[in-house]
């Protein structure tokens, strides 16, 4: 993106945002749902614990851990009437959790199509250069080849001349180097067209089925299926 452009973000669409945020509300809830359920459940232990049943110490951490003023002075009974309240509440919760992060994983697909729909031309134009510098490459990779192996040839001594291959770059004449697998794999998408791969490798282009690449935009409502926010 040039420095005029400003990076699409997820936020743009009303639809995730608000998803988004009432995701984290429900998170929010759960966790005060769960600390609550706790604490009623740290209460009813001590309040129904049989100190003849366990040894001293774990009678005292019992005590301690029931020892709440939220719960203090409640009976058994109506603890455990709250427990099964918030253990209710606390499945609720846990299910609408999952159901709107489902919701808001549809929507981030939606907002991401549209948000990429944005970008394609920028990140085309990219592709487009980098398969222009590759070419380029080759050719100066070509050139400093020959020349150092033209001189090895005539039994010339290099001396002060460093060779200077770039290793692992390839070259366009093999097919199977990395140079030829970037330059195919841009004609396979449709960055480039045929008449722009190297005579050298065209014959395994023809073999790709070009997939051409998607420029029109994406509309923020396009979906499978009905998304409820």
């Known amino acids: 993106m040039n420095a005029k452009s400003r990076m699409p973000s997820l936020d743009d669409d009303d639809a995730y945002a608000a998803a988004t945020l009432k995701l984290a509300g429900l998170r929010n809830e759960l966790a005060k749902v769960s600390a609550r359920r706790e604490t009623v459940l740290n209460g009813l232990n001590a309040a129904t614990i049989d100190p003849r049943r366990i040894d001293a110490i774990?009678?005292?951490?019992?005590?301690?851990?029931?020892?709440?003023?939220?719960?203090?002075?409640?009976?058994?009974?109506?603890?455990?009437?709250?427990?099964?309240?918030?253990?209710?509440?606390?499945?609720?919760?846990?299910?609408?959790?999952?159901?709107?992060?489902?919701?808001?994983?549809?929507?981030?697909?939606?907002?991401?199509?549209?948000?990429?729909?944005?970008?394609?031309?920028?990140?085309?134009?990219?592709?487009?250069?980098?398969?222009?510098?590759?070419?380029?490459?080759?050719?100066?990779?070509?050139?400093?080849?020959?020349?150092?192996?033209?001189?090895?040839?005539?039994?010339?001594?290099?001396?002060?001349?460093?060779?200077?291959?770039?290793?692992?770059?390839?070259?366009?004449?093999?097919?199977?180097?990395r140079a030829s697998g970037f330059v195919l794999e841009a004609f396979e998408y449709g960055f480039i067209g045929l008449d722009e791969v190297p005579a050298s490798i065209r014959a395994w282009a023809r073999a790709k089925k070009a997939k051409p690449a998607r420029t029109e935009p994406v509309r923020a409502g396009d979906s499978d299926g009905w998304i409820g926010a």
Request: glycine content about 6%; overall charge negative; proline content about 3%.
């Open 58 to 177: 774990t009678a005292a951490a019992y005590k301690l851990l029931g020892d709440d003023t939220a719960t203090a002075g409640a009976s058994a009974s109506a603890l455990r009437e709250e427990l099964a309240e918030q253990t209710e509440k606390l499945q609720v919760l846990d299910t609408a959790v999952g159901i709107q992060k489902a919701t808001v994983d549809a929507l981030r697909g939606i907002a991401s199509r549209a948000a990429i729909s944005q970008v394609l031309p920028v990140h085309r134009a990219a592709v487009v250069e980098i398969v222009k510098s590759i070419l380029s490459l080759d050719c100066a990779l070509a050139v400093e080849h020959n020349l150092t192996d033209e001189l090895r040839q005539r039994g010339i001594s290099l001396g002060e001349l460093r060779p200077m291959p770039l290793h692992g770059f390839g070259t366009l004449s093999d097919p199977n180097s």
